[in-house]
């Protein structure tokens, strides 16, 4: 989050370890706080900067579907994790 490439994310192939893609949401600016859907059909991530945006992505196609303009957007965004994990957990 603090590298030189943080405006970049690196796909791992959960089988191989194997970096299989590199998505940059926006040029520059930091993205963060990676967080699938409950069904695990999207990836939320934060673009963390006072023009950011929560982004939608396809976690299968790895694919943009959407972005919303939010102000320095961070935390969890899974309601249903949030409320059915354990307490003080970070799910």
């Known amino acids: 989050m603090n590298g030189p ?3 970049t994310m690196q796909v791992i192939d959960k089988r191989s370890l194997e970096i299989v893609k590199d998505i940059t949401p926006v040029p520059g600016k930091t993205a963060a706080h990676v967080e699938f859907t409950r069904d695990g059909k999207y990836a939320l991530v934060s673009v963390w900067d006072i023009d950011g945006a929560l982004v939608v992505y396809d ?33």
């Open 59 to 91: 976690a299968k196609a790895l694919v943009e579907i959407t972005r919303i303009p939010m102000k320095k957007p961070s935390g969890k965004y899974n309601v249903y994790n949030k409320i059915t994990r354990s307490r003080g957990t970070s799910h």
């Open 5 to 7: 490439t943080r405006d």
